[in-house]
C-alpha cells in the first residue's frame, strides 16, 4: 500500500463523511503557486485552488510571512472586547475595495457561511421584514441561515430540518438552459415571473428583507445570468424597499478580473459577503454593508471569539496587497480570455462539450450528452476528472457535469497550456469510448 492509501484508509476512521464530496485519492503534501505536491512527490497543476479559496497560489511568500510576522507578536485577541490595528487596517481596504459609493462598516467572521448568516440578520434587523429570497441550485454555505438560502442538495436538507422559517427560492437566470432544464433560456421577464407572482400571491413583497445573488453561480454549475437580469431585478427591489446582498465568497477577490464580480453588471449591493480567498486561506470572512445597515445591530449581536483573528488580518492583508502588487486582476482577466481562445472551440470541436462560460478565471465547461436538448452527462464528467487526475491536473465537476476551471490566478502560461493540452486530450479519449475504465462510483456531487 501506499502512503496516500494508508492515510486514507486511517481518514476514513476518524473524518465524518459529512465533512467530503469525494473525487480522487490526492493527499496533498505541500504547494506552490499553481502546483501541488502529494505525499509520493508526484507534481499536479491545480485548477481547483481549494474550491477558490487560494486566488494568490499555494504558499506565497509575501502571505506566509505576514502570518509568521504576527503569529510571533500576539496570535489572538477577540475583538469581542478588544482592538487590535490588522482589523482595522483590514475593514478600511475591504471598505474601499467594495462597489457602492456609500460609508460602510464591515464584520469579521470565520467562514462563508457565517458571513451569509449575517446577511439575515443585518437585513432583517435594518428593515424589520423577516423573508429572505435566494435563487435555486445555490450553495451559500452550512451553516443554519447559509443552509436556509442555499438549495443545492438534498443532503444539505436531509435529517436535520427544520431548517430557518422564512426563505424562499427563485430561479436562477441561467444564460445556457431554461427553467426546469428547458434546453432554451428564458427571458428577464420569464426568470422574474415566479418571483412576481410570489409577491402577487403568497410573499408579500414589503415583508422581503432581502435577496440574497451570485452573480455568477458558482457550486449551481458556473452559470452566467442572462443580460438585463440584475438590472431588472434590482429595480423591482427598489420599488419595494428590499435589500439586495451579493455573496462573492466564490466569485470574489479577482477570481472573475475584479475585486468584485459585482463590477461585471450594473447594480450596486447593499451587503456583501467575502470568504475564502480573502486571507489567503486561513478562516476569514466579511460582511462589509451600508453603514445604516450594519449600524442597525447592537453588540453581541453578531460576533465571533476568534473572528477577525489578527493573523488571519495580517494573512487577508498581504493576500489584497499581492493582488495588487502582481496585477492579479489583469492577470485574471488576461488568462482567462487566453484560455477562452482554445476552450471556446470546444463546442464546435467535441460533440460532449455544450457549453463554455464564465468571467475571468472562473469557467465552467458544461459536460453533455445530446447537444441540442443540453442533457447533462456527470459521468462524462466524472470520467474526464479521473483522467485529467491521472495525468497531473487537478480539476472537478459542479452541478454534476460542470468541470470547474478555477486556478489559481499565479498559473503560468506554460501551466494553462498543460491543463488545455491535456483537458483536450480526456475529451478525445472520452469520444473515442476510451474512458471507460474509471470508475466513478461513490464520486462527486
Ligand atoms: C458562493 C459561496 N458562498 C458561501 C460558501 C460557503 O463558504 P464556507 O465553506 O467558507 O463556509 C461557498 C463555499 O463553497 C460558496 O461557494
Not at 121 to 130: N, V
Request: hydrophobic share 35%.
Amino acid at each position: 500500500m501506499s502512503k496516500a492509501y494508508d492515510l486514507i484508509e486511517e481518514d476514513e476512521q476518524y473524518f465524518a463523511k459529512s465533512g467530503r464530496i469525494k473525487y480522487y485519492p490526492l493527499v496533498i503534501d505541500h504547494g506552490y503557486g499553481a502546483t501541488l505536491v502529494d505525499v509520493e512527490g508526484k507534481e499536479y497543476i491545480d485548477l481547483l485552488s481549494s474550491a477558490s479559496s487560494q486566488n494568490v497560489g499555494h504558499a506565497p511568500k509575501q502571505v506566509s510571512e505576514a502570518i509568521k510576522n504576527q503569529v510571533d507578536k500576539f496570535i489572538h485577541y477577540t475583538p469581542a472586547y478588544m482592538y487590535h490595528e490588522p482589523l482595522v487596517k483590514l475593514a478600511k481596504k475591504l471598505c474601499d475595495i467594495t462597489p457602492g459609493d456609500f460609508e460602510k462598516r464591515v464584520t469579521f467572521g470565520l467562514s462563508g457561511s457565517d458571513a451569509n448568516d449575517g446577511i439575515v440578520k443585518f437585513a432583517r434587523g435594518y428593515t424589520g421584514r423577516p423573508y429572505v429570497i435566494s435563487f435555486t441550485n445555490a450553495y451559500h454555505g452550512s451553516t443554519f441561515g447559509a443552509l436556509s438560502m442555499s438549495s443545492i442538495s438534498l443532503n444539505m436538507r436531509k435529517k436535520y430540518g427544520p431548517l430557518l422559517n422564512g426563505f424562499y427560492h427563485i430561479p436562477f437566470p441561467d444564460k445556457y438552459r431554461g427553467m426546469f432544464e428547458q434546453s432554451q433560456p428564458n427571458t428577464v421577464e420569464e426568470y422574474l415571473a415566479p418571483l412576481k407572482e410570489m409577491f402577487a400571491k403568497y410573499v408579500p413583497a414589503d415583508e422581503v428583507a432581502c435577496i440574497v445573488v451570485e452573480t455568477i453561480q458558482g457550486d449551481g454549475g458556473l452559470l452566467e445570468p442572462v443580460p438585463g437580469y440584475f438590472e431588472a431585478l434590482e429595480k423591482l427591489c427598489h420599488e419595494h424597499g428590499i435589500l439586495i446582498a451579493v455573496d462573492d465568497i466564490q466569485q470574489g477577490l479577482g477570481r472573475t478580473g475584479t475585486w468584485s464580480s459585482v463590477e461585471h453588471y450594473n447594480f450596486t449591493p447593499d451587503l456583501m459577503t467575502f470568504g475564502k480567498s480573502l486571507a489567503g486561506g486561513l478562516p476569514m470572512s466579511a460582511l462589509v454593508g451600508r453603514k445604516e445597515i450594519m449600524e442597525s445591530l447592537d453588540a453581541p449581536a453578531h460576533l465571533f471569539t476568534t473572528g477577525a483573528n489578527p493573523v488571519s488580518c495580517e494573512a487577508a492583508l498581504a493576500t489584497l496587497q499581492m493582488i495588487e502588487d502582481e496585477d492579479l486582476l489583469q492577470a485574471s482577466t488576461e488568462k482567462g480570455r487566453y484560455v477562452r481562445q482554445r476552450m471556446d472551440q470546444w463546442t464546435k470541436k467535441f460533440s460532449s462539450v455544450g457549453d463554455v462560460r464564465g468571467v475571468g478565471l472562473s469557467i465552467g465547461i458544461d459536460i453533455v450528452s445530446d447537444k441540442a436538448k443540453k442533457t447533462r452527462d456527470n459521468e462524462a464528467a466524472l470520467k474526464i476528472c479521473n483522467y485529467c487526475f491521472e495525468h497531473g491536473i487537478v480539476i472537478i465537476a459542479v452541478a454534476g457535469n460542470v468541470l470547474r476551471f478555477q486556478p489559481p490566478l499565479v498559473i503560468s502560461y506554460e501551466q494553462l497550456d498543460y491543463a488545455l493540452d491535456t483537458l483536450e486530450d480526456a475529451l478525445t479519449a472520452l469520444e473515442h469510448g476510451d474512458l471507460e475504465e474509471y470508475d466513478i462510483s461513490g464520486q462527486g456531487w
